[in-house]
């Protein structure tokens, strides 16, 4: 995936250990990391320095892929992708002043056309909290499938367990969906 993507509002760039004072205090907070399976509310700066060392050693070792989103050159978000087995699962976050302005639409978007460029017969999964409707909405909304029934997952920042909707966008199922899109407007 390239290092850097640019949309007409944001960049996607590598997440550097100076984005973590604005990562703590934009997914530190109750609203973000509660949507989120693995972010503590508050999210202490050096555990976001620890996290970003561990995004930056799964990149090299082609075992996942995180970008910071960027909005007038100030962290905003993350997006990435994470190998897990056979698929690689996407997650991303929004600091909750930037919700509302289409900037989580927009990055994943991007992220997920740049991805394909790289692995373009990868399946890619997606889970959401089922408080989540807005996440599970855009999913909907990029081409993924809703998967059958609900799962259970973890999130440290409810320390509890949460229903997840499950979602999965196959190269296939992606190929498809374009060209109906393409028969659609022709």
């Keep these: 995936m390239q290092e850097t993507i640019r949309t007409d ?3 996607l760039r590598p997440l550097r250990r ?3 004072a604005r990562f703590s205090a934009l997914a530190g907070t109750p609203e973000v990391a509660r949507m989120t399976g693995s972010f ?3 999210f202490p700066i050096r555990s976001v320095e620890g996290l970003i060392d561990i995004f930056r050693a799964r990149e090299a070792t082609g075992q996942a892929i995180h970008r910071a989103i960027l909005s007038d050159d100030r962290l905003i978000g993350v997006v990435g992708f994470a190998r897990k ?3 690689w699962e996407l997650g ?3 600091g909750r002043p930037h919700w509302g302005r289409g900037f989580a639409s927009e990055a994943v978007r991007a992220a997920l056309l740049a991805f394909r460029g790289a692995h ?3 399946t890619v999964s997606a889970g959401v909290f089922t408080d989540n409707p807005a996440s599970r909405r855009l999913l909907l909304k990029l081409g993924f499938t809703a998967l059958d029934g609900l799962s259970d ?6 320390d509890a367990r949460h229903p997840l909707w499950r979602f999965e966008m ?3 199922a992606e190929e498809r969906r374009e060209r109906l899109e393409l028969m659609a407007a022709g």
Excluded: F, G, K, Q
Aim: proline share 11%; with cysteine; charged share 20%.
């Design 120 to 122: 373009p017969d990868a």
């Design 170 to 172: 196959s190269a296939v």
């Design 92 to 94: 991303y976050w929004i």
């Design 40 to 42: 503590p509310s508050p």
């Design 85 to 87: 087995d056979r698929s």
């Design 153 to 158: 997952s973890y999130s440290l920042c409810r």
């Design 18 to 20: 100076a984005d973590a």
């Design 9 to 11: 509002r944001l960049t």
